[in-house]
């Protein structure tokens, strides 16, 4: 299996590891891959807003049914919403109880949640239902139409809303155009003005971004909340020539540059790392070094 080039990136208010382990519990085939921690003092690179974490757990990989993605554990600075959701698709070509088997995640997901869209069915599936967690992270559970095209298990899904909707087709068109080895797949258009998003903006598409699925829609519904860092997408570059092109694309938020991040036109949030980051970091004064960059410089480590 090839390795994954975008891994979405959750921040949590110090209980990443407790979220992990209920996600790994809620989607069969999951399991924790790694864990990092924080560094043990400020001479070891600690940060002074880091001081109460010192030691603790700093990052949770973890893989929920073949999909990668990784815990921050950090503070309160920011707050999931359903800007950024993930579909999870539930095959019956390949599960011939799908049905049950996405009753059982949404009962898992429902418990201290909260329904966005109730379970139910929709012109588009016959099985459907859009969920917050007791995290405040969002999972929309489709039952998939056997004899259409195959989509992985899980995929981001982009929502454009608060400023940037009916941008939707206009984002993927520049995605898709920033990485390689990608395309659109499906384009369904409003077909009259639903809300604040205009007829022929895009109800739902999917694209893939250097092989990898992706999602996106225009929000008919007005929303007063929009992309922000509680969900970041790292990218795992090869080297620093492809750092630099992609921050040169995506980056076009001054203040929001730090340690990799950063966020573009739409104000989604990214992180442009080297692929070998986690050795890099192995380095002395790896971490009180990072601290000091914007766009990651692989020899400054």
Not at 176 to 189: E, I, R, W, Y
Not at 222 to 240: K, Y
Request: proline share 5%; with cysteine.
């Amino acid at each position: 299996m090839a390795t994954q080039k975008i891994t979405p990136n959750f921040w949590f208010d110090g209980n990443a590891k407790e979220a992990v382990e209920f996600y790994v519990s809620v989607f069969p085939g999951s399991k924790i891959t790694s864990d990092s921690h924080y560094p043990d003092s400020q001479e070891e690179g600690l940060a002074d807003f880091q001081v109460e974490l010192a030691g603790k757990i700093l990052t949770v990989d973890f893989n929920l049914a073949g999909h990668d993605f990784t815990a921050i554990n950090a503070g309160s600075e920011f707050k999931p919403n359903s800007a950024i959701s993930f579909m999870v698709n539930f095959d019956p070509a390949h599960d011939n109880q799908a049905r049950e088997h996405l009753n059982e995640v949404w009962n898992k997901l429902i418990e201290g949640g909260e329904v966005l869209m109730a379970l139910d069915q929709y012109p588009f599936s016959k099985h459907y239902g859009w969920v917050k967690d007791r995290f405040g992270f969002s999972w929309q559970l489709i039952l998939t139409d056997p004899e259409g095209e195959e989509r992985p298990c899980i995929i981001p899904s982009l929502m454009f809303g608060n400023g940037v909707v009916n941008h939707a087709r206009e984002a993927i068109e520049f995605y898709t155009d920033v990485f390689p080895n990608s395309k659109v797949g499906t384009l369904a258009q409003y077909t009259e003005d639903t809300g604040p998003a205009k007829k022929d903006s895009l109800m739902f598409a999917d694209f893939q971004l250097d092989g990898q699925w992706m999602a996106a829609m225009d929000s008919g519904v007005d929303q007063d909340f929009s992309f922000n860092e509680a969900i970041s997408l790292s990218v795992a570059c090869e080297d620093q020539a492809e750092i630099d092109q992609l921050w040169s694309k995506l980056s076009t938020v001054p203040e929001s540059e730090q340690c990799g991040w950063c966020k573009d036109k739409y104000g989604v949030s990214w992180q442009i790392i080297p692929k070998n980051i986690g050795k890099l970091l192995q380095k002395p004064d790896a971490i009180k070094n990072m601290m000091q960059m914007k766009k990651i410089v692989i020899t400054d480590f």
